[in-house]
Structure formats: structure tokens, C-alpha cells
């Protein structure tokens, strides 16, 4: 039994959000924040993630309800100053889909996009854009109706441009060519706890190690998973349970390399950062942060060396007011 993904987040948000006072929640709206924190107005009040893209000086951003929109920083940006998203795409052929996880993939001027049906689970795809133009370069079916639930969460890209994308209903990792062409499904027993209730959320957040292997997580087990694409994956000889001191990562979402040797989870609690020492055979909790939980960190992405959340969730009306997080860690 798998939720969809928008209701299952939607679980977890109702049920951080009924377990913290209302009067708590405004309090910390209007509260100076503790870290930086980059503002944004929006017209919507979903945003499932947000990249930087250095060369543009922007946060690329996913819309929930299907779309790409932009964040610009200008050089001169004055602090506490509330920037404003401007849409970029809004994929007639989508229609009815939400956007997901995104991958900038700058040695190929592209960004790719997960696509997915988050309601129903009858549709998943992965789609490729020029980051000069926004012209769409491929778009790429992963499931229909016909193929059971799935839905489609994240993507990374690999050095020669072939992308992995994780459904997080069956556990299980499709992997599609350079030009969009789909090339195989990654799967393992691995993917899949024995207890029920674990496999809710599966496979969510999905990173490219710069040594040819990916690195994935599964959200309500915790468990973080190596798989070697080296030399090609087969039924799951290749990926491996990577063991992690402090662990599990009950609840992680995103992930983002922050270095070869330390990744950051955001989640719940807002991120973890965690390290390791052997080639991410093993790894260790090594730090912590906690930012606004009423608004649920769903990404994260680095930022002139400092690492940003993404909140799934913002407040205002008309406008939206979302927020990314600079996550300062710590190790108490």
C-alpha cells in the first residue's frame, strides 16, 4: 500500500502543523529569523523544490500544480528584501501533472524535471529544457495508466548525461539516455522494508557522486542506499545499504552533496548533515539543523558554499510568501 505523494506529504504536513499552536506558527512568521533566509512572493502556495543556478543567479523553483519558475538574486539584492518568482515554463502537454524534482545539468545547458500525476499515480515522466531558451528538448513517458501506481519524485544526472529518477510508490528507479530515450528500471528487494507502513513514501531524493555512483534515499524507513553504475546495475548486486551512524534518516527528502564526502538531507527535522570517510560505504549523522517546521523542507541546494532549504509551503494572500532557509548546523 503506497499513498500518493502530495498525500502523503500532505499527511505529514497535518500532522506537524495540528501538533504546533497556532499562535506559535505566527509568532514565527513575525519573528526575525535565526539564519538568512531569502524571501519570495508567489501565486501559488506549493513549491516542491528549488536549485541554484550560479551562471543565471537564480533559484530555479518547481510549482506543485505543474511548472518552472525562476527566483533571481540580483548582485545588489538589499536584505530583507522580498524577491519575486517569474514563471519560465508551463508545459501545455503537462497539463495536470505537477513538476518535482529538478537537476540542473550545465555541461549540457539543460535543466531536467520530473513530472507526475501526484493525486492519482497514473502518469510519470522526465522532461529536458534549454536553460537559454526554455525550449523543450525531450519529454519522456515513464508510466501510465496501464502500469500501475507510480509517481515520479526525483532526478540526478550522471557525468554522461543519462538521468535516474525515483518513484517514490514503487520504489524503484528508472533510468533514461542522454537524448530521453528510456534505457532500463533499477530495482531491488532492498527498496522495499518488510513493515508496511515504511513503504508509504518510498525512494525520494536521489544525488550523482562524482566517483559514478548515486547515492538515494528512502523516506519513511530511513535507509540511505549506494548503487555503483560504473559498471552497470543488475538486479541489485550492485546496490548496497549504507550504514549510518545516528541514523536512520526517517523522514529525508532532498538530498544535495555538499562535498564528495558530506551530503545534506532535508527533511524532518529541516536537515541533517551527514558524512563519510570510505567511499560512502558507511557514513555518520554529524550535524543537525532545525529551522521553521510549520513550513516543511523539502530540498536543498547550495548557494556560494552555504546550503538553502526549500519550504514546501507558503503564507500570504493574495501573494504567497515562501522561504528559502540557509541551514547553519550544528552538532548538539
Known sequence: MALSLCSAKSLLFFFVISAI?????ISQERANPATHVYHYHSSSFFRECAKWDDSGRRFIVSF???????VAVPDDYPPGTVLEEVTLVKDLELTG???LGLVLDHPRNRLLVVAADVFGNKYSAVAAYDLSTWNRLFLTQ?????????CADDVTVDA???AYVTDVTGSKIWKVGVKGEFLSIISSPLFTPKEWYKNLVGLNGIVYHPDGFLI?????????????IVDGVGEGEEIKLIRVAGGPLSFGDGLELLSPTKLVVAGNPSARLVESSDGWETAAVVAKFSGPVHRLATAATVKDGRVYLNHMLGFGYPKKKHALVEAVFSNN
Open 64 to 70: 506543485l500544480d505543474g511548472g518552472i519558475g525562476q
Open 142 to 150: 515513464l508510466s501510465g495508466p496501464s502500469d500501475g501506481k507510480s
Open 97 to 99: 501533472n505537477g513538476s
Open 21 to 25: 499552536p497556532v499562535a506559535y506558527i
Open 160 to 162: 554522461e548525461g543519462n
Open 216 to 228: 538515494v534515499i528512502h523516506t519513511f524507513s530511513g535507509n540511505l542506499f549506494k548503487i555503483d
